[in-house]
């Protein structure tokens, strides 16, 4: 199942890099003037700030003392409800392919005094139907990476990238019988890669493919195992060079074993926002 997912991801990557290489071909061919360069190029710093109607599936297990835990639903079992997420992106260009990258991406839910409809264990704990849990939760992701764009034209680049992502797992139970939570936090390498093409000198359509897995030679060193996939693809209107707006789509994957605690964490959904540059 994650192979075939990798190939539809390669697959989008892929066509998404052919707008890249189609304008930017075209572009080597006829020359255009200078006064229809692309507009949104010039820049040293951007920011960008987004809404993603991020539609979560969640799914944990916890083991305590032995007692081997319940594949939970977050959604299903304790009542965690689809919210409007805000994502923040920065962005330093010391040169024309180089690019120093940061994202700050807060994901908390709660619900407050959801009664159990169905019988599960968590971290230990029974919880029986109609029991009152209220629930707190906190996925953040801070993402900071390098991009070379090893292929650049005026109206598009292809580039690859390195990135340490620093993802956050609180998940906090509070009911009569107590609290019960998790927590786990941990830097992930990942590499990826990212292409920009220019369908008319003030649209750009962007793509990019991040993700990381566990080699099955370090998962016995590491008592666990892992992996990581992030795809964004998006379009920006550029108003002029140093304010443009945002319409993508962004599915984002974690899949994490500690231990004999598990978890399954997906997000996919179309954001909008705003882009300024200087």
Not at 12 to 29: D, E, N
Not at 93 to 122: G, M, N, S
Not at 272 to 277: D, K, N, Q
């Amino acid at each position: 199942m994650q192979m075939s997912v990798c190939r539809v991801y390669v697959l989008l990557i892929l066509g998404a890099l052919g707008l890249v290489i189609t304008p930017a071909a075209a572009l080597a061919q006829y020359r255009p003037a200078a006064a229809e360069a692309a507009v949104g190029e010039d820049y040293h710093i951007e920011a960008s700030y987004n809404f993603w109607d991020a539609e979560p599936t969640l799914f944990v297990q916890s083991e305590s003392l032995g007692i081997i835990g319940s594949e939970v639903d977050l959604i299903g079992d304790l009542g965690i409800v689809k919210k409007r997420l805000a994502k923040f992106d920065l962005i330093l260009r010391p040169a024309k392919k180089h690019r120093l990258k940061f994202q700050r991406l807060p994901i908390k839910y709660e619900t407050d005094a959801f009664r159990v409809e169905r019988e599960f264990v968590f971290n230990g704990q029974r919880y029986t139907v109609g029991l009152p849990v209220s629930t707190s939760v906190d996925f953040s992701t801070y993402s900071f990476g390098y991009e070379y764009d090893f292929l650049y034209f005026p109206r598009g680049f292809v580039g690859a990238n390195i990135n340490l992502k620093y993802t956050n797992v609180d998940l906090e139970l509070l009911s009569p019988i107590g609290a019960e939570f998790i927590t786990a936090a941990a830097p992930i390498p990942a590499v990826g890669f990212a292409g920009r093409g220019y369908i008319t000198k003030n649209l750009a359509v962007d793509s990019e493919l991040t993700f990381f897995r566990i080699p099955d030679s370090l998962r016995e060193q590491l008592t666990g195992d892992g992996s990581y996939t992030d795809f964004d693809i998006h379009a920006t209107y550029n108003f002029n060079k140093y304010v443009g707006a945002q319409y993508g789509w962004r599915r984002t994957t974690v899949l994490y074993e500690v231990d004999s605690d598990t978890g399954d964490l997906k997000f996919s959904g179309m954001y909008f926002g705003g882009v300024v540059r200087y």
